[in-house]
């Protein structure tokens, strides 16, 4: 069964720093991975998607990488500004029925 | 294009009633998936469906059951309702990319209170 862990479960930054969220998962069988946002009350909002076939993929001031090998993937947060609080998904997809959530981790920009 | 639409946006619900859940997507997926998000905890997957007429059991289907008459519908119905199936409820569809993956798109969610 494919778990997957996000770590840190909550991280708080001063406006302007750079940061990396992470998200391990233990069956390297995926087709794709895919980071989302989402805001306090509401759905999930897809950022970055990764296929098993790519390394990274970037928008914007994000940038997402996916290391199969070692069940890895990192979602780089360039300049972080406050309207970028909420809490980020990462999820594994290796099929029909086959998609895994991680807890998500909360991310708090101070000004 | 409204994407994925969900009803009702938020129900109360007494110990033992039952309650149909709707969704609908204009996008012609065939997957469509039901997820439960309990506070602080990532989704956890009940139902899914990867076509009209066929549906299958996730992680979590216990209390649940759903249909899919056509393309657009995926109702989740729950039946005798308990205090442990409160939660948010997300409704998505995914596109299928080339090479297998998916990409999914959710709906703005039903939040449940059983009491």
């Known amino acids: 069964k494919q778990e997957v862990t996000q770590i840190p479960a909550a991280l708080s930054v001063p406006e302007g720093e750079n940061l990396v969220l992470n998200c391990s998962f233990t069956?390297?069988?995926?087709?794709?991975l895919q980071w989302f946002r989402q805001d306090p009350g509401k759905g999930l909002t897809s950022l970055l998607l990764?296929?098993?076939?790519?390394r990274e993929q970037t928008s914007g001031r994000l940038n997402a990488s996916l290391d199969k090998s070692s069940g890895r993937s990192t979602l780089y947060i360039a300049a972080s500004q406050p309207g970028d609080s909420a809490t980020y998904l990462c999820?594994?997809?290796?099929?029909?029925?086959?998609?895994?959530f991680g807890d998500g981790t909360t991310l708090t920009v101070k000004p | 294009n409204a994407g994925v639409t969900q009803t009702p946006k938020f129900r109360i619900l007494k110990i033992g009633q039952s309650m149909t859940l709707q969704c609908a997507q204009d996008m012609n997926h065939n997957y469509m998936y039901w997820y439960r998000q309990d506070p602080g905890m990532g989704l956890k997957l009940i139902y899914y469906s990867v076509g009209a007429g066929i549906t299958d059991k996730g992680e979590v289907p216990n209390g649940y059951n759903v249909s899919r008459s056509t393309t657009e519908d995926f109702p989740l119905r729950l039946e005798l309702a308990a205090p442990s199936q409160t939660s948010v409820y997300f409704c998505a569809s995914s596109g299928i990319l080339a090479g297998g993956g998916e990409t999914q798109y959710f709906g703005p969610g039903t939040r449940l209170l059983v009491l």
């Open positions: 069956d390297s069988a995926i087709y794709n």
């Open positions: 990764i296929q098993s076939s790519q």
């Open positions: 999820a594994s997809f290796g099929g029909a029925g086959k998609s895994t």
